[in-house]
């Protein structure tokens, strides 16, 4: 392994272009570095399913030459990324964690994967995760699952296990991953590293394999918030190939980045703060207390929907899933299993294909779609909605932020909620509000508890308030929240 590599697990976006610029390093040096490190490291967690060495040094290749010519090389010049398994790459194989999909090689690239790129990032390869982005836990990947860096006899969270644990073990700067009800968040949380949810609409979903499509976002993890900003910023913006891309105005979030959160109004929904681990209560509650003294005013709110939210996300998500996931019939997409009817076709494909959170998730919003059912159901689940959206309307009126938990305690051991899908879909119950209302939120740490496990808090802010947001889990990093 190089000499760069001991430093791999480190670095940050920052360090990267410092250390091109000083010519310490090529990025055909970094690159090999960094997928050599990785796949010695990817035996411990099994974070990625693949890896990218051609695509990521023909780009590394590209950064070079634009450096040696003097030319700009872009804000993510020679940094190595990771991307979830649901995201496209033209040629690379995207499997969304199925069997199903164990041999698609996509013919295009998602919109988020062309900024990376056009920006200098390296693509490394792709990530495990739940298969087709259904868990909370990266136990439901066809070809096993990820292991917490941290822990590992404990579950990295998900869906975007991968990708959190890929940055968590340092084999990837940045990652991507993608959020539905929390699992950008959740992973960040139990890995501790920051994970980030943008406004609904703020990031192209032209190349995100759907799950649910009204409530699938991108996001990026990483190890600072200013990173995280960066690479949120690259790859935001509107974009024709998604029609539900915002048109809304990109600010500068890394030039917003100047720590001036005094008297900023902050909000603790009390619905959130019941149940929780008590380790995980008090670090949060320590963060909290952090915020006061860097001058934000705190004082306690209501959301009063969020106990329908989870019966309300499992109705909406899974119904949408049930409609997606039609596609993958061995018809018009996935490899086909041999039988003498069309029927027996399409079952013995999905029967064999779908993994058992799947077809729970299929069948299940098949049911609440289904005649007679609609209005008692899946009508119902979307007036909810619509009503915790509005609550997060009305605390906005009254304060710039909330804060709260990311999951009610931090990461579980590998096997330990597998046989119960209830106590599972629970572990999304602070993060899939957020979700649900569209809205800007992410996970930072903010400590261990007192086994060495990682704790997020939560922040969420208005519509498009990615600025704000960051502001305040900047000020919070730079203050040493994160050591808790």
Do not use: W
């Given at each position: 392994m190089?000499?760069?590599?001991?430093?791999?697990?480190?670095l940050?976006?920052?360090?990267?272009?410092?250390?091109?610029?000083?010519?310490?390093?090529?990025?055909?040096e970094?690159?090999?570095?960094a997928?050599e490190?990785?796949n010695?490291?990817?035996?411990?967690?099994?974070?990625?399913?693949?890896f990218s060495?051609?695509?990521?040094l023909?780009?590394a290749?590209?950064?070079?030459?634009?450096?040696?010519?003097?030319?700009?090389?872009?804000p993510?010049?020679?940094?190595?990324?990771?991307?979830?398994?649901?995201?496209?790459?033209?040629?690379?194989?995207?499997?969304?964690?199925?069997?199903?999909?164990?041999?698609?090689?996509p013919?295009?690239?998602?919109?988020?994967?062309?900024?990376?790129?056009q920006a200098?990032g390296i693509?490394?390869?792709?990530?495990?995760?739940?298969?087709?982005?259904?868990?909370?836990?990266?136990e439901?990947?066809?070809?096993?699952p990820?292991?917490?860096?941290?822990a590992?006899?404990?579950?990295?969270g998900g869906s975007?296990?991968?990708?959190?644990?890929?940055?968590?073990q340092?084999?990837?700067?940045?990652?991507?991953?993608s959020?539905?009800?929390?699992?950008?968040?959740?992973p960040?949380?139990f890995?501790?590293?920051?994970?980030?949810?943008?406004?609904y609409?703020?990031?192209?979903?032209?190349?995100?394999?759907?799950?649910?499509s009204?409530?699938?976002?991108?996001?990026?993890?990483?190890?600072?918030?200013?990173?995280?900003?960066l690479?949120?910023?690259t790859?935001?913006?509107?974009?024709?190939?998604d029609?539900?891309?915002a048109?809304?105005?990109?600010?500068d979030?890394?030039?917003?980045l100047?720590?001036?959160?005094?008297?900023t109004?902050?909000?603790?929904?009390?619905?959130?703060?019941e149940?929780?681990?008590?380790?995980?209560?008090?670090?949060?509650a320590k963060?909290?207390?952090?915020?006061k003294k860097?001058?934000?005013?705190?004082?306690?709110?209501?959301?009063?929907?969020?106990?329908?939210a989870?019966?309300?996300?499992?109705?909406?998500?899974?119904?949408?899933?049930?409609?997606?996931?039609a596609?993958?019939?061995?018809?018009?997409?996935?490899?086909?299993?041999?039988?003498?009817t069309?029927?027996d076709?399409?079952?013995?494909?999905?029967g064999?294909?779908?993994g058992?959170?799947?077809?729970?998730?299929?069948?299940?919003?098949?049911?609440?779609?289904?005649?007679?059912?609609?209005?008692?159901?899946?009508?119902?689940?979307?007036?909810?909605?619509?009503?915790?959206?509005?609550?997060?309307r009305?605390?906005?009126?009254?304060?710039d932020?909330?804060v709260?938990?990311?999951?009610?305690?931090?990461?579980?051991k590998i096997?330990?909620k597998?046989d119960?899908?209830?106590?599972?879909?629970?572990?999304?119950?602070?993060?899939?509000?957020?979700d649900?209302a569209?809205?800007?939120?992410?996970?930072?740490?903010?400590?261990?508890?007192?086994?060495?496990?990682?704790?997020?808090?939560?922040?969420?802010?208005?519509h498009?308030?990615?600025?704000?947001?960051?502001?305040?889990?900047?000020?919070?990093?730079?203050?040493?929240g994160?050591?808790?």
């Open positions: 190089s000499a760069i590599s001991s430093g791999i697990a480190s940050t976006i920052d360090q990267v272009r410092k250390g091109l610029a000083a010519r310490e390093f090529s990025a055909v970094l690159t090999q570095s997928l490190f990785a010695a490291e990817n035996q411990k967690t099994n974070a990625y399913l693949h060495p051609e695509r990521a023909e780009a290749e590209r950064v070079d030459r634009k450096l040696a010519a003097g030319d700009d090389p872009g993510l010049a020679g940094v190595p990324v990771a991307l979830k398994d649901v995201i496209v790459t033209k040629g690379v194989r995207t499997t969304c964690g199925s069997r199903l999909l164990e041999r698609y090689i013919p295009y690239d998602a919109t988020a994967v062309v900024r990376l790129e200098g693509i490394l390869g792709k990530t495990n995760c739940d298969e087709f982005a259904m868990g909370s836990s990266n439901n990947s066809a070809f096993g990820v292991k917490n860096p941290v590992p006899d404990r579950v990295p975007s296990g991968g990708s959190a644990a890929a940055v968590a340092g084999t990837a700067v940045a990652a991507l991953g959020d539905t009800g929390g699992s950008v968040r959740q960040a949380s890995c501790g590293v920051v994970g980030v949810t943008p406004t609409g703020r990031v192209s979903r032209y190349g995100l394999v759907a799950f649910a009204s409530l699938d976002h991108i996001g990026p993890l990483a190890r600072t918030v200013g990173d995280a900003a690479v949120l910023q790859i935001a913006g509107r974009d024709e190939n029609s539900t891309s048109f809304a105005p990109l600010p979030y890394v030039a917003a100047d720590g001036k959160i005094k008297g109004r902050i909000g603790l929904p009390r619905e959130y703060f149940g929780l681990a008590s380790e995980t209560g008090d670090l949060i963060g909290v207390e952090l915020l860097l001058g934000c005013e705190v004082r306690e709110i209501s959301l009063p929907a969020t106990k329908y989870v019966a309300c996300y499992y109705i909406i998500a899974t119904a949408e899933a049930s409609s997606n996931l596609r993958y019939d061995g018809v018009r997409y996935t490899s086909r299993a041999e039988a003498e069309l029927s076709m399409y079952r013995a494909t999905r064999a294909g779908f058992a959170e799947c077809k729970r998730r299929i069948m299940l919003g098949t049911y609440v779609l289904s005649h007679g059912y609609y209005d008692a159901y899946y009508l119902k689940a979307q007036k909810v909605r619509a009503l915790i959206a509005d609550d997060f009305k605390a906005f009126t009254e304060v932020a909330i709260a938990p990311v999951a009610p305690s931090p990461a579980f096997g330990e597998i119960d899908p209830l106590e599972m879909y629970l572990s999304d119950i602070y993060t899939i509000t957020g649900l569209g809205i800007p939120c992410m996970s930072v740490p903010c400590g261990k508890t007192s086994a060495g496990l990682p704790v997020g808090m939560q922040i969420l802010t208005r498009f308030d990615e600025t704000g947001m960051f502001r305040l889990a900047d000020a919070f990093e730079k203050a040493g994160f050591a808790g």
